[in-house]
C-alpha cells in the first residue's frame, strides 16, 4: 500500500468535494473553497494519497495574532479536516497533519489554532501539545413576535473601518480590514451583514439548515452591561421564523445576562485549542478571545 502525503494541486479540487460529500454526506462548493484556500497561486492544504487516490485532507488559514510586547507573530488556523471511513483509526489523520506542520513552520509562526470536533479530541498526537485556549457554547434566542423582517443591510468596506475604530483589540486574532477581507468580503457563496446601535457593531449571516433559517452571529462586542441594548434591539429585528444563534463563554461570570436577554443553551459546544510551535512565546498570549466567524462551521459552503 503506497501511502504519501503531499501538499495539494489545483487539479486535485474535484476529488476533495467528492471526498468531502463521502464523509459529510454535505456538498462543498468549488467556488467557497477556492475562495477559502487559494492564496497567491497556491492552496494552503494538505492530503494523503493511497495508490494516488485522495483519503484525507486538512486545510490552512493564515492570520495575525496579538501577542504582548509589542510582538508579530501569525498562526494558521486547521479547516475542512476529514479521512475517508475505511481509514480512521490508523493514525493517518495524525500522519498528515505532522506533515503539514512541518512545512507550516516558519519563523515568524507561533504554531496552528484548532477547532476539533469529537473525534478530532480522541485523536492523540504526542509530538504535539495541545493548549487549549478558550472553550464556547451555543446558546440561542428565537422570538414569540410572528413579524419576520426581510431588509438585511449588507457588510461592506465603510462599515468595516467603522467597525474597526470602535472595536476593542482583545481578540486572539489581529481583525484589521485584511482580516475581514480574507473572512468576509472575499468568501464565495457567503451573504454577510451588519447591525448597529449606541455605535457597537455587529457581524452576522443567516443560514438555512432542514427547513430552518439560522442568524448566526459571527463578530460581535463582549456581552455585557453596555451591549446590552445592541443585542436586544437585533433580537427584536427578527420574528420567530428565525433561530439567533450566539457564542458564549463557558466561563461567563455574569449569568444575569444570559437570563436577561432570554437566551438558551443547546447542547453544543465549542473547543479551541493551540498547537504552539514556540512555546517560549506562549506566556505572551493574553487574548483569547475568539468568534463564531473565527471558525468556518456556520459558513454557508454550497
Partial sequence: ?????????????????????????????????????????????FVVTIENKIVGHVGFIKNKINLSDNLSYYVFSRHTSMIAKKYRRLGMYRDLCNFSYNLLKQNNVLGVVTFPNKENLLAINPKYQNINLNNKILYFYKSKNKLNRSYNKKLNLFILYKLIKRQKNDYFFVKNINYYKKNYLNLSLNKFYYFSANNLFLIYNIKKYKNKSYVNILESPALNINSMILFKNFFEHFGNKYII????DKILKNKKIIKDLNLKKTNDSFVINLIPFKKKLIKFIDNKNFSMGDTDVFHVIN
Avoid: G, H
Avoid at 487539479?11 to 467556488?31: A, G, H, Q, R, T
Avoid at 444563534?245 to 458564549?248: A, L, P
Fill in 1 to 45: 500500500m503506497k501511502i504519501n502525503f503531499r501538499k495539494v494541486n489545483f487539479s486535485d479540487v474535484d476529488e476533495i468535494l467528492n471526498l468531502f460529500y463521502k464523509v459529510f454526506e454535505i456538498k462543498l462548493s468549488k467556488k467557497y473553497y477556492l475562495s477559502r484556500y487559494y492564496n497567491f497561486k497556491t492552496i494552503n492544504c
Fill in 245 to 248: 444563534n450566539i457564542w458564549i
